[in-house]
């Protein structure tokens, strides 16, 4: 069974770091690409950050780029999103998300829980 | 950045009967669209990816379609389980990865 299991959500100040993780098991992990997605309280969807299955690419929104950094260490299954210089609006519930196998393109099977990141002074 | 603007905001129907919902993307996706369904509380699920085809465990009741930049959900039958937002999601042309803005399914 596919499990993600989010941590390290909780409340910072503006301009604050938070590292969060996300613990995945019941599949390859190696063999897929992982996103970080979030959703504002009462907002929709908004896609974050995606990695490669090597690790060996990554990409940003631009809401986030310059600021946030996605990894991924393969041997321990494990996703990351380091988030520096957090704004108010990134405020939000912050999910990791599992990409379907490349023949099926670049949209989700199976989600974490989620953990919420509060930016507030 | 491809924009995904979904419609209505909040639809309002009665259970056994059929929804539709709306996506439009701004410029065209070919095939590359997604449904979503997220319950209060809950994270998104997968219900409908390359615009028709039914994700694992995904009851026959929906079903997806597209003609041109114009893409549709239909819950043929509207189970009580089905009332949630409903989100789409374009991965054509990314990054970004972009949603719809959700449409609300309520009981009418």
């Given at each position: 069974e596919v499990q993600l299991l989010?941590?390290?959500?909780?409340?910072?100040?503006?301009?604050?770091?938070?590292r969060l993780s996300c613990a995945a098991s019941g599949f390859t992990f190696s063999n897929y690409d992982m996103s970080w997605v979030?959703?504002?309280?009462?907002?929709?969807?908004?896609?974050?950050?995606g990695i490669s299955g090597s690790g060996g690419s990554t990409y940003y929104a631009d809401s986030v780029k310059g600021r946030f950094t996605i990894?991924?260490?393969?041997?321990?299954?494990?996703?990351?999103?380091q988030m520096n210089s957090l704004k108010a609006e990134d405020t939000a519930v912050?999910?990791?998300?599992?990409?379907?196998?490349?023949?099926?393109?670049?949209?989700f099977d199976y989600w974490g829980q989620g953990t919420l990141v509060s930016v507030s002074s | 950045e491809i924009v995904m603007t979904q419609s209505p905001a909040t639809l309002s129907v009665s259970p056994g009967e059929r929804a539709t919902l709306s996506c439009r993307a701004s410029q065209s996706v070919s095939?590359?669209?997604a449904w979503y369904?997220?319950?209060p509380g809950q994270a998104p699920r997968l219900l409908i990816y390359g615009a028709s085809t039914r994700a694992t465990g995904i009851p026959a009741r929906f079903s997806g379609s597209v003609s041109g930049t114009e893409f549709t959900l239909t819950i043929s039958s509207l189970q009580s389980e089905d009332f949630a937002v409903y989100y789409c999601q374009q991965y054509n042309n990314w990054p970004p990865i972009t949603f719809g803005?959700?449409?609300?399914?309520?009981i009418k």
């Open positions: 989010e941590s390290g959500g909780g409340l910072v100040q503006p301009g604050g770091s938070l979030r959703q504002g309280p009462e907002k929709g969807l908004e896609w974050v950050s990894s991924r260490d393969n041997s321990k299954n494990t996703l990351y999103l912050y999910y990791c998300a599992k990409r379907q196998p490349y023949s099926s393109g670049y949209n | 095939s590359d669209l369904q997220q319950k803005q959700g449409t609300r399914l309520e």
